[in-house]
């Protein structure tokens, strides 16, 4: 939530965070402003809405030549998507120009000191407070090398809540100084040309990776300075320097282009087949065992889980609801799926034998940070399922498995959701290994099961045509409702919640056996209705119940659309439109069944002219409670 993009080095400044905060702006898009340090001073231009509309100004009114500079896109928190309230925000005598991702909780306190010192205030944001005290603990600060740092660090220490704030001061030149809690930053280092060295910082690595791969990754309450002749320093918020953890990008800059995809998200879930492999790829161990990434957990630890809770959001969430199925299958351990913001405000009972499964596509998601702390409190062991490598949710785990769908820049969520469910069940199996409830080789036989799936998913996406044409007929209903049971059943929760954020249609998705306790009201002449229909082979006729459901519906009006596998005749006489996705063991349906759903949000949502990757309202990375 909120995109920061900062440099310092040889090229135009203007350029290399425009360009950052194009790919940046899936993280909110209410506003977006830059600040160059220009020989005359400071130089800002922010607009509200998209960046679109900055670089239009920019255009008209261009900002002087500058090689340090900062820059901001915005998901708005306090103040409304105003100019005024758009970043970087100024101190009083227009010196230092600062932006900022997340919620200064004590901001209300802070700007009321300010006032009686007679500071005016030209926003309603809880940011531009700290654009003021970082200006006054600078002026507060002893000349000589490092007086920024130490000023950020000052006012580090007396903010209280989620920040990542970049700052350049006009007195500082050279100097670029950015502070982060519980939000992102990451830094890049460019190649040193002609002895002038180059940094980058950005909320993720999208913002500069096409510039450098080389990263550096910054931890809880820490200070960066950035200085272009004494280079990179990292401290803590008490000054101690600290050596930030080097890694390597491991995808580039063509993974964060369309690809000749008119949107991000048809590139993505295009992508999904490798999406699925790669997440699958180097699990299985010499020995036949499964590997995850990062496991600070003895088997003797996993033995003793005798409860599993999965605690996310949105469809991450949904990923959760399936891996109930499976894992419970599997292991024979209790599992119970909860959404994040809710999980600690109702007190559950958790102890060193209960294991938290913590999935997050973006890995900074705060309702599952803070879910994730809560349960490390209470001793429980925490394991996270996550995508972006080196986020904050991974590094306070436990445990991580990661996800390798690569980067996902459309706001709602497609390939991830299938790499996370992979995931999940991969977790499953490994507990069910060490716990010794299945043989080496029965795992082995399911992880090939995993293995045909990307396959099948490439085969979903050869025939989404006629998918595409029924949501063009699709675009004008007011409502569509979604019907599934066991696995099918998050998968229609997914299905509605991709509709309702692409598309602004109301969607729901229920229990298909839930429909008669009252929902069924909800069905008159013509209501579509999407049924996703298990695998004829799940337990106890289930298949055969979701076939009576799809009548029940038909015979009060609806018009069917049936998604179910090949050969699966039974579904014919009922079904308005039928989608085939092929035959999978009845675990593995979910990720054939999603696709089609999605394609057809997002058919639904370019019909009816709406930005399918950046959604009203929405941001990919929600970084506040
Ligand atoms: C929906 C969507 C959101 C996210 C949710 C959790 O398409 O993208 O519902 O799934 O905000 O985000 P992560 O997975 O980053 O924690």
Redesign the pocket.
Known sequence: MCGIVGYVGPQNALDVVLEGLRRLEYRGYDSAGVAVLAEGGMATAKKAGKLANLEKALVEEPLPAATIGIGHTRWATHGGPTDRNAHPHLSADGKVALVHNGIIENFAALRAECETAGVEFTSETDTEVAAHLLASAYAETPEGPGRLAEAMRAVSNRLEGAFTLVASHADEPDTLVASRRNSPLVVGLGETVDGTAEYFLGSDVAAFIAHTREARELGQDQVVEIDRTRGLTVTDFAGTVVEPTAYTVDWDAAAAEKGGHAWFMLKEIAEQPQAVADTLLGRLGDDGGLVLDEVRLSDQDLRDIDKVFVV??????HAGLIAKYAIEHWTRIPVEVEV?SEFRYRDPVLDRSTLVVV???????MD?LMALRHAKDQKARVLAIC?VNGST?PRESDAVLYTHAGPEIA????K??LA?IVACYLVGLFLAQVRGVKYDDEVAAIVEDLRRLPEAVSEVLLQMEPVRELGRSLAGADTILFLGRHVAYPVALEGA??LK?LAYIHAEGFAAGELKHGPIALIDQGTPVVVVVPSPRARESVHGKVVSNIQEVRARGARTIVIAEEGDEDVVPYADHIIRVPRTPTLMAPIVTTVPLQVLACEIADTRGYDVDQPRN?A???TVE
């Open positions: 996310s959001c949105g469809t991450s969430y994040a999935i997050s596509q973006s890995g900074e998601t599952t995508n949710i706001v709602a969520s497609t991830s959701f996370q919640l991709k954020e929405l990919k990375s929600v």
